[in-house]
């Protein structure tokens, strides 16, 4: 008797054991690493637009019709096209550059890639939603939220093994009664159990917390959208331009030292160098068509066309650019060339002398006040320090939270730079000579009474807290 309880209660937490492992088998993390590291210098990580490679969303569905050949293919894509397979033949002539064969990669390893290749190609991020991933510690900002589903599974698993447990024992402790001879009530069985009024009154409670949790937590999490990385119209990269090329970032946006926004460049300041730069080393004229289109350039003679040509007109112009860009680089390959040319004209129908519509992604509510000017000029906080490591992201993403509590955070711990330049190295344009003082706080009211504490030692220090920086109305219109 008590064998068998025990044998079904190993049975059971086999079972549960095996659908946890199951829910864990394609690990889209490790697809994530594996991608990072062996794909993404060709793929595109938005898993939407092109670069050196197709973009990869959909790629297990295009392959379907040929079982297990997307494995043969990653592994190596020559030796497959030159077996015959239809669909390699025709994907091996996508592009003049190849892909590397990757010999090595296990079937487990390329399921974890493709499971997040199509994770990421869906919602933009590994674990959606992606929108209430808001944490209010900016030191987390880069770590990958872990799933909310796996946290349900492990509570119900958990909540299954206290029942089974606790049957377990009552069945023990029962079994010891009858043993001593005492008598006993008939054993309830487990609907009995569950049915019981007080565990029904215990679900319902449970729920109703659990569902005003999540209801608050979301209506504060609205809009707030940390981790935002959308895919812009244009492939444009920081990495490339703040980054290798070490462009300053109030090049493009001036407006951040001098006034409430920071700006994004009209698409005449990007002309500034591409009257030039013609041809990226990484898109080639795919991006960069646009951005002449948008300005209404014409990279033949550096000059801007008139207002009133005909989108015909100008599509012939860039026709005969890209005609001309195209022969010095590929001349053997003239027969795509036509289809590849008709194929960047049509990227940008409908946008001649139009702006480019740059996705927003840092957004605060309309009830808060917030001035670049005030932080970056005055408060000497970089750039990096509230948008993360910005000259090495390929795609732009939102770094901080922007909650209340990110902002009165900063507040509480940071000092006042009562002097010039100490922030920023001695070469950035808005660094100033650490000896002499920060203009904007000499007709401070308190500017005397704290600087003369400082230089009698009676205090280290003076926060932005303490010169009313949590004060509602300096942050709340
Ligand atoms: C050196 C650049 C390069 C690397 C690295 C690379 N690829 Fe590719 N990939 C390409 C190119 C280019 C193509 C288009 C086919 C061609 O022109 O040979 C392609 C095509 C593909 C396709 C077919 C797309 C479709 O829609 O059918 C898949 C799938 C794919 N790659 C997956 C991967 C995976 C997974 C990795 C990482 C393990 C990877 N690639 C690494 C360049 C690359
Ligand atoms: C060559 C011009 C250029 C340079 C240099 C540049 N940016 Fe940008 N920046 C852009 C463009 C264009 C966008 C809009 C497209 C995008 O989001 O990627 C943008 C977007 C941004 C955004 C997001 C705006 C939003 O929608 O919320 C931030 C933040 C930003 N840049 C910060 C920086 C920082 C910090 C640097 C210096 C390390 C820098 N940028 C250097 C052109 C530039
Ligand atoms: C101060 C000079 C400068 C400005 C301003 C500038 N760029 Fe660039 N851009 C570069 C350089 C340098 C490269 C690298 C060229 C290469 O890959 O060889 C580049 C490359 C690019 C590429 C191609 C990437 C590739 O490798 O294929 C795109 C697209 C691009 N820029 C878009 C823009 C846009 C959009 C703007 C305006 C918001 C802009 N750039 C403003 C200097 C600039
Ligand atoms: C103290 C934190 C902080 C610093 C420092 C900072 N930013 Fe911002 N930035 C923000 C916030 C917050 C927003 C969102 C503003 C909004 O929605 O009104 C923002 C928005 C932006 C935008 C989007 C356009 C806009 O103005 O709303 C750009 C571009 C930008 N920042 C660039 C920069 C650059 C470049 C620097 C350095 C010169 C910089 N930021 C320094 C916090 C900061
Ligand atoms: C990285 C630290 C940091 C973050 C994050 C930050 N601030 Fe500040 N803030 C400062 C510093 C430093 C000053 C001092 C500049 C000054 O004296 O005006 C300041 C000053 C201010 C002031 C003027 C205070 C006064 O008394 O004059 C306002 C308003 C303000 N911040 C709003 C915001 C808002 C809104 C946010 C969040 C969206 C925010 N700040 C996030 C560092 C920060
Ligand atoms: C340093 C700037 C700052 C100060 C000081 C500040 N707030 Fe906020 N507050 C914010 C920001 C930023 C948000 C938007 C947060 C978001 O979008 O989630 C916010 C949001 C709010 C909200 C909306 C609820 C929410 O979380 O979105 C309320 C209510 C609020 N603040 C009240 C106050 C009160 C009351 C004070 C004074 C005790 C105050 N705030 C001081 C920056 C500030």
Redesign the pocket.
């Known amino acids: 008797m008590i064998y068998k309880k025990l044998f079904n209660f190993c049975a059971i937490i086999l079972i549960i054991a095996s659908t946890s492992s199951w829910v864990l088998a394609t690990d889209v993390q490790n697809g994530k690493s594996l991608f990072m590291d062996k794909c993404a210098s060709c793929h595109n990580n938005s898993m939407v637009s092109d670069m050196t490679g197709p973009a990869l969303y959909g790629a297990q569905d295009r392959w379907k019709k040929y079982p297990g050949a997307i494995y043969e293919w990653i592994r190596n894509s020559k030796a497959l096209a030159a077996s015959g397979n239809p669909r390699a033949k025709v994907m091996i002539d996508w592009d003049d550059s190849e892909m590397t064969a990757f010999e090595n990669l296990e079937d487990a390893q390329i399921d974890d890639i493709l499971a997040y290749i199509q994770v990421k190609g869906e919602f933009g991020c590994i674990s959606p939603p992606c929108e209430t991933v808001a944490t209010e510690n900016t030191n987390t900002a880069e770590a990958e939220p872990t799933s909310p589903v796996l946290g349900y599974v492990l509570f119900v698993l958990l909540l299954l093994s206290v029942a089974f447990l606790g049957r377990y024992i009552n069945s023990l402790t029962r079994l010891s009664q009858q043993n001593a001879g005492q008598v006993v009530s008939p054993e309830k069985s487990i609907f009995g159990v569950l049915l019981n009024p007080s565990v029904v009154k215990l679900l319902i409670f449970s729920l109703v917390i659990f569902g005003g949790y999540t209801t608050v937590n979301n209506a504060i999490g609205f809009g707030r959208q940390q981790g935002y990385e959308p895919t ?1 119209p244009i492939n ?1 990269s ?1 990495k490339i ?2 980054g290798d090329n070490g ?3 109030q ?3 001036d407006g951040a030292r001098k006034s409430k926004h ?1 700006v ?2 009209a698409s005449n ?2 002309i500034n160098c591409h009257a030039n730069i013609q041809n990226g080393s990484k898109d080639g004229t795919k991006e960069l068509i646009k951005v002449y289109a948008a300005s209404g350039f014409n990279p033949l003679n550096n000059t801007y066309l008139p207002e009133d040509m005909s989108d015909e007109d100008r599509a012939a112009t860039y026709r005969k650019w890209l005609k001309s860009v195209w022969k010095k680089e590929w001349i053997e390959n003239e027969k795509s060339i036509n289809r590849l040319i008709d194929e960047q004209i049509a990227s940008v129908a409908g946008t001649y002398n139009k702006p480019i519509e ?6 605060l509510p309309d009830h808060v006040y917030f001035n670049h000017a005030q932080h970056v000029t005055v408060g000497k906080v970089k ?2 320090t509230c ?1 993360g490591e ?2 090495e992201m390929d ?2 993403k ?1 770094h901080a939270p922007l909650s209340m509590g990110w902002c009165v955070n900063c507040h509480r711990q940071t000092e006042v730079q009562f002097k010039d330049g100490l922030v920023e190295g001695k070469n950035s344009p808005y660094a100033g000579d650490a000896n002499t003082a920060n203009k904007y706080y000499t007709d401070y009211n308190y500017y005397e009474k704290y600087h003369n504490e400082i230089k009698e030692g009676k205090r280290k220090g003076v926060t932005v807290e303490e010169i009313g920086g949590l004060e509602c109305q300096k942050c709340h219109y």
């Open positions: 812009q444009f920081h331009h703040a462009i300053d970032c090049y493009c946006h920071s994004i460049p300041t990007c740059w996705v927003r992604i840092h957004n750039c990096e948008h910005v000259a795609v732009l939102q």
